[in-house]
């Protein structure tokens, strides 16, 4: 999904992209495990861990880590300068949330580094993607097996994820299409079923959490279509192992996108793509923030009569805004939700994470 | 309580507004005397008390500091931000800058402007920052106050070299902070590619996760790094700078009391001279039933009354003079220490009530005896008429033995130690030399008025021998008031002497030391503890020119050793060019310097040594290039360029450890067949568009003479102070002295004296009480100055100096004093002219 885009784009959106960037074309061919790494030649890449976890106790959690890379063009003269390593020519954003579901509390932070001497980055080399001490290292290309650490001044969090699938990747012939031009639209691969489990730490002694993870990993060039006001993306994993990813991006007028779309993935593993006819996204029950003042519809029904689904999306921590509060870099709503329903006339429940931006008003690009 | 208060007002005020200009002087004399005491606490407060502020305020919220000699290298930083504790590293540049080349040395800081910590460091956050670091051209932001708006070109002075920059951003003043008004900011890759240091940090700030003590961190951190790194607490290298600062303000504290000192003898005399005027009241006053505990409480009051009033007075003049001080203060310190600003002037509370304190304590102290006195006046005695004269008891015989006891005690106080590096007991020594010489006095006035009437007379007429029995005949008052101004002469004198012998001892070691005939060093005008650099091309293309014999590279470092600063340098050190280096007494030169290019060798300064009580044969340890590195100290050598210290390494050793082979000074020999001028234009061509002064020997050797006398102006400045003090006091005591002795005046009229001639013999009392001062304040003076140069000196700073006699000096100033007092008399002797002798007499 495009979520977090904006956050970035608003770094180069004085620098007009002077640089030939890499198109995500259809067409495009994956290669594993190269290209669960960076790829320097598109402009803007993320790495994007979600997941619920719960303590021996039942107590329920949610995380988000996310690493964002984003390719600046330089001029010239500063590309041939002797000493590169602090030029800002890639430039490294990570979010960190955790909710605390059944202790109603919700807390994230947000650190911005270029790359340096080793203060963030991508690498397949290492085997890792970094900014500073959040960390997601792949123990195993082949397995897919990945180590995650993140640690600020609240807690810390040491996950070790297992694929359950194989990844997917999203949208068709090898790109996830946002918009009429050619270019604009993403290669986006997801897993969505890790089997997580690790430590959490707040206070005190670190608590063992186990659970359910989901990562999505973009890399694109061209930013999203000036007509668009924001987008709600959902990611569901349900208890028949079946996962469903669905996005819908609303254009300024309040209509939705043409080129919103999902996946269908089934418990074989097999992903199946949804296109814009194929799903609705009902918004329910809003939440206003008292911060932001922005009004999140926090409750949805998901309807997918080709597949038969029929949910309801619903959170026990309303509050989960990433507030950033400095007018510059945006803010929205992102949380563990839970989902219940049927699917072909059976009950099934399910757990993921919803995304929802462009509530607070229209996204701001550059200040 | 109301009686009381009565008293006050009858036996004290009245008379005191009856005489509103000695008054007036008495009150002023204390005013100046803890105004000096205010002024030097204010002034040193804030030009000590700003070292690197601006960093400080822009990363205040550090708590911790790793730096290293010669720079971290930054891979250290990416592998310090992946430790698992919630740490916030910022990579910091420090450096100065010279706007357009010229002005004061601005900070020029590197820090990483998009790293998220950034952001509450330097407004308006990081983000809009990363904008500009990428459309703007080299972009720095700047301090409010210098005068400069965003889109503006500047152009920076670092090293050797003028860089070019756009303003990118105004700093907005923090509120209460200091020192960002003049800072210069640019991000950290920027910064070190303008300030030669490519690949590494000057410091890396750490603010520590919460749940620990700094010392967890610290020990843990220190863990990680390689053992040359030092983590100190953030503010550590400001205490070290204020401990190494100490003895210098403690000295100059003490010199400020000079005044106050000064000024209690004028109390004292004030105050005894009011008892003597008041005898008759006293005596009406008691007989009128009010016991002695009253009349001491009066006089006190009286003493209280100055100091009240005086202190009063004084914290508004010593706010003012402090203004001026700072500005001689700083230089001083920039000129011997370290870079400082000055931080706002603030009144302490403590500093208020240390310097009025003072003042009541002194003016009470020196109160006690004439209160006591004026108490044991018997009431029938004190109204018997005619005997107004002043008969302070004076027992000389008692006094002698008591002025040889309190000299030799100071003497003897003398040979003991330093006390955590004061020489308390110096003082104290002082303090006793000064006692006895007071004590003394009074039999030097009877010796001298008796020995030396009959000449005075032959040699300036009857009015010196009138004068001189005057003297006489009051001989406490007379003592009392030489005391005065022979201890301010004493103070101007010891001072002088302190710094003539100190400026001649380094005159000389300056012949010896430097024998090149050229210099370089980079421009704009540096504290000594920083080094801007010049490409080494320049040594190596000097050293090629035909007509130089040598070139002597030098490269300094500030470091830290036990505590305090110093500084590490590396310099060539071949027979040739280092054979100027004088050693202490007993060392070998020759084979020093042949030794110490084979190793791990260093020579030291003598201030160092004596600081950190390091000898031949001791072994530094210093962290050098990721590990403790052990140097053998082959030899102390005289040095009066820095207070805290060389370490001395030869060159090859320093680039071994630290190979960085830019150069902090250059010294040029020519070869002694060449004209000087011819290479000198040579070399001009060599340093083309870099911004590298050259000076001569002689202009080098002037400006560090002129540098010298900048420094000491401090010290000038308070010496004046205390002797305008004692003037002051000798005018109004030989007021009340006309005024005392007006029926003699009037009788001298009568039998025939013409009014120049009385005018002559106030004259002569002030010209013989300001011989008296100045000769005996010479030799009080003289042997202060002793104690200055070989107790106090060498216990605050370790220099060694030489005695030696500022004569053009100490003349122009002693002749300074004494016309001062001369004139003194001036006024009070248009007093005794202006009384009609017929009313005088009729009073009785």
Known sequence: MKNKLGAVLLLLACAASAQQWQQALPGYQFQFPRDYFNHPDYRTEWWYYTGNLRAADGHRYGFELTFFRQGIPLPPQARSSEDAVWLPDQVYLAHLALSDIDGGSFYHTERLNRAGPGLSGASLEQQRYWNGNWEVRWNSLSAGTQHLEAVCDRFTLKIDLTPQKQAVINGRNGVSQKGPLPGAGSHYISFTRLRASGALKMNGSPIAVNGVAWMDHEYFSEPLDRDLAGWDWFAIQLDNNEELMLYQLRTKSGEKSLYSSGTFVDAAGKSHFLDVSQFSLTPGAVWRSARSGARYPISWKISIPSLQIELSEQTALQDQELYSGNGITPTYWEGAVSYAGQVQRRAVRGVGYLEMTGYGGPLRFGE | MNSGWLLFERLILRPLLREPVRTALTVFAVALGVGVVIAIDLAGQAAAGSFHSSLESLTGKDDLLISNTGGIDQNLLGRLVQLPYAFRFSPRIEKFAFLNGKGEALPFIGLDLISSDAQDEIRPGALSHAADLLTTGDPVWVGSRLGLHKGDHVRLLINDALHDFTVAGVLKPQNGEIGEENVIVADIGLAQKATGKTGKLDSIGVRVPPGQTLGFWTDYLRKQLPSSLSVEPQGARTEENRKMLAAFRWNLRILSYIALVVGAFLIYNTISISVVRRRNEIGIVRALGADRRLITFAFLAEALFFGVVGSAIGLVIGRAMAVGAVGL?????????????????????????????????????????????????????????????????????????????????????????????????????????????????????????????????????????????????????????????????????????????FRETVSLWMNDQLRADLYLRPAGLSAIDQHPTMSLEIAEQIAKLPGVSAVDRFRAYPITYQGLPATLAGTDTTFETSASTKFLPGENRDQILRRLSAGDYAVVSEPFANKHNVHTGSVLTLPLARAERRFTVLGVYYDYAAESGYIVVDWNTLMRYLPDPEVSNLAVYVKPSEDITAVRRQIDGIIGGRAVLVFSNATLRAGAIATFDRTFRITYALEAVAVIVAVMGIAGALLAMVIDRRREFALLRFLGAAKPQIRRIILCEAGLLGLLANGIGLLLGTALSLILIFVINKQSFGWTIQFHWPVPLLLAALTGIYLATVLAGLYPGQTAVRMNPIEVIHEE
């Open chain 2, 329 to 501: 203060i700083g230089n001083t310190v920039q000129a011997l220490y370290v870079s400082s600003q000055p931080a706002p002037i603030e009144f302490t509370a403590l500093g208020v009530l240390t310097a009025v304190g003072l003042g009541l304590a002194v003016s009470l102290l020196a109160a006690l005896a004439p209160a006591f006195e004026a108490s044991r006046v018997a009431p029938v005695e004190a109204m018997a008429r005619g005997r107004e004269e002043y008969v302070a008891a004076v027992r000389s015989r008692v006094m002698v033995a008591w002025a040889i006891i309190l000299l030799a005690v100071g003497a003897g106080l003398t040979n003991l130690p330093p006390v955590h590096r004061q020489p308390i007991f110096a003082y104290i020594a002082v303090l006793f030399l000064i006692a006895g010489t007071s004590a003394i006095i009074p039999s030097v006035v009877a010796l001298f008025a008796g020995t030396a009437s009959s000449l005075l007379e032959r040699l300036i007429g009857v009015e010196a021998l009138l004068a001189m029995r005057s003297l006489r005949g009051s001989i406490g008052r007379t003592s009392i008031l030489t005391a005065a101004l022979a201890i301010a002469v004493a103070m101007t004198a010891s001072v002088g002497i302190m710094v003539g012998s």
